[in-house]
């Protein structure tokens, strides 16, 4: 199965900046997906990034505070922008395994502590 | 919208009994895949079920599919330590061939095992 490397794997922001997420995965994939999960909850799709297209984004997130780079077919990345505390939660991304049946394999997360 | 309800959201049971964690999709769904997320870490992809009334096991993990494609569960025969975890169901709700494909995820049964 793929392998992704996310990074980074924790941090802790000041309020009112931002924060890029990267992930680099080992091998070529059409779509990435960025959730978000906070404590003790589910996974809630943010985006689906598509390399040469702009991302496609789930209702309630947008684009200005979730800009999202997929410069080619292993790389992808996710910004917090004008980050809150309300943005405090875990971060990641996620590809298809190919082959089908496989499932999706994800990063192992960015844990965003915002004060 | 598309909605993935999971029951129930926590379950403590001594090592040696039997779990079981179910999911229920107000749509039908095109296949169903289920993550176990182990405390700290990210989900990992357990399996994927596809066909109506389609019945998996892994050594004691025992996945079903109903035949309206609905429903699923997964079942844990005599826990152990080692299955201490949130298990997620994740549905697939797109139509066949179609482009947008996204998974939702229920909100997981976090299970704990008391030795």
Redesign the interface.
């Known amino acids: ?1 793929a392998v992704i490397s996310q990074k980074p794997s924790r941090d802790i922001c000041q309020r009112g900046t931002s924060l890029t997420i990267q992930c680099q995965v080992d091998s070529q994939v059409t ?1 990435m ?1 960025w959730y978000r999960q906070q404590p ?6 943010i985006a ?1 990034a598509n390399q040469g297209s702009e991302a496609t984004y789930e ?1 309630g997130f947008v684009i200005d505070k979730f800009p999202i780079s997929r410069p080619n077919l292993t790389f992808s990345t996710l910004t917090v922008s004008n980050m809150s505390p309300e943005d405090s939660s875990i971060y ?1 991304c996620s590809v ?2 190919q082959g089908g ?9 960015t844990r965003l502590t915002v004060v | ?1 598309q909605q993935v309800m999971q029951i129930p959201q926590y379950q403590h049971v001594q090592e040696g009994e039997d779990f079981t964690t179910y999911c229920n999709s107000s749509t039908t769904l095109s296949n169903i ?1 289920w ?1 176990k997320q182990r405390p700290g ?8 079920l ?1 066909k109506s009334g389609e019945v998996k096991k892994q050594k004691r993990l025992t996945f079903q599919f109903g035949e309206a494609k609905k429903n699923s569960s997964l079942h844990i025969t005599a826990t152990q330590t080692t299955d201490v975890g949130t298990y ?1 169901c ?1 549905g697939d709700v797109s139509p066949p061939g179609g482009s947008n ?8 049964t ?1 299970l704990t095992v008391n030795p």
């Open positions: 199965s779509m997906f003790g909850q589910s996974l809630t799709l689906t209702s990641l298809e395994d049946g496989h499932g999706y394999t994800f990063g192992s997360g | 919208g895949q993550y870490g990210h989900p990992v992809f357990l399996i994927q596809v997620f994740a494909y996204k998974l939702t995820f229920g909100k997981g976090l």
